[in-house]
């Protein structure tokens, strides 16, 4: 039975154009939370190229002892350096990447859901089909969002480069794009995808914890959509009349709720702030003990030289970065950053509450 057209002006837009609704907040709760944690980002991908040894071959001074190390001092360095506001540079690029992976995954995980998997006899989604699916729509949106990984990495190593020396590879956003364009074609704006998609899969997997709640939500400013079921059972919740939506939770929740249950369970903690702030304490942990050595590798390969045809001068391929990377500075080069990449998905998922 259709809607009156009187009822359906009345609808409000959420549920007139939930998809589109749903996109529109994802995108600026995505936008707010990256201006907010992004000094730690430029931060990480700074200490990730630090004592890069691949460029000997160059004879690169890069290989020289850094003046600074650590999250701390690096961050320190390039306020002193460079200036405060250059601790968001290349905050374009990665803003432009948030609307590109939001959209991506979003479509590709409801089209999974509705119509490659579907629901079960019982009418639920199972949690495995919404981890495969979570992992794959993770991997899809990366992979369309590459581009915008790409410039972001190159200039937030802008700083550094003039720093050195060098001369500036780009004028601003668009024509760091227009010059891969022109150098590389279509395939250098994908340079370094691999490794991108394999951390968008490692950071996911067994990350996806699918719930439907009510309309009223609010978005928080770390990024997420922040709510509350405690007044309220899952059963009841998920038989009520109220229109509901469909929200994805990312970044290893599997960890967190699990955490989260055992501390209320067996420790005198109740389920408040400091359970929360622990379980995002170590679902971050195990989230980025998965990801950063590929976080390493999609830095280094996008961010190293090129010749006129856009071909790296570094490495072959993300395997050949991953062998240069433990021969000649150590296994644990490859969690170089590690510290940073933590504290931006604690703080990611510090608001979220169940």
């Known amino acids: 039975m259709s809607i009156p057209e009187t009822e359906e002006k009345l609808l409000p837009l959420a549920q007139k154009w939930p998809r589109a609704s749903k996109f529109l907040l994802s995108g600026c709760a995505a936008t707010v939370a990256e201006l907010a944690t992004f000094p730690l980002d430029l931060t990480k991908t700074r200490l990730q190229m630090q004592g890069e040894a691949a460029l000997a071959r160059l004879g690169d001074s890069a290989r020289e002892p850094v003046p600074y190390r650590g999250m701390v001092r690096t961050a320190l360095g390039i306020i002193q350096e460079e200036g405060f506001l250059k601790l968001w540079q290349g905050v374009t690029p990665a803003i432009y990447r948030h609307v590109v992976y939001s959209g991506g995954r979003m479509v590709t995980y409801e089209h999974l859901r509705e119509v490659v998997f579907g629901k079960s006899e019982d009418k639920h989604y199972p949690l495995w089909k919404s981890v495969i699916g979570g992992i794959t729509a993770g991997v899809i949106g990366q992979f369309l969002a590459n581009p915008t990984d790409l410039v972001k990495v190159q200039m937030q190593m802008e700083g550094k480069r003039k720093l050195e020396g060098k001369p500036l590879r780009f004028r601003g956003v668009h024509h760091a794009f227009a010059k891969i364009l022109a150098e590389g074609g279509v395939r250098g704006l994908w340079a370094g995808w691999v490794p991108n998609i394999q951390r968008a899969a490692l950071v996911n997997m067994g990350a996806q914890i699918s719930l439907q709640v009510p309309a009223t939500y609010a978005a928080s400013s770390c990024g997420y959509l922040k709510y509350s079921t405690s007044n309220v059972s899952k059963p009841n919740l998920l038989n009520q009349t109220t229109p509901l939506f469909f929200i994805s939770l990312k970044y290893d929740l599997t960890t967190y709720d699990t955490v989260k249950h055992y501390l209320v369970l067996n420790t005198p903690l ?52 991953l062998i240069q990377a433990v021969e000649g500075e150590g296994f644990m080069s490859l969690y170089k950053g590690f510290l940073p990449s933590w504290l931006r998905m604690v703080k990611r998922m510090k608001k979220i509450k169940f």
Do not use: F, W
């Open 270 to 321: 109740e389920d408040n702030i400091m359970t929360h702030g622990l379980s995002s304490l170590c679902s971050g942990l195990v989230a980025s003990i998965l990801g950063t050595p590929a976080d390493v590798i999609k830095s280094r390969i996008m961010n190293q030289p090129r010749d006129k045809q856009g071909r790296g001068l570094l490495y072959k391929s993300s395997t050949d970065c």
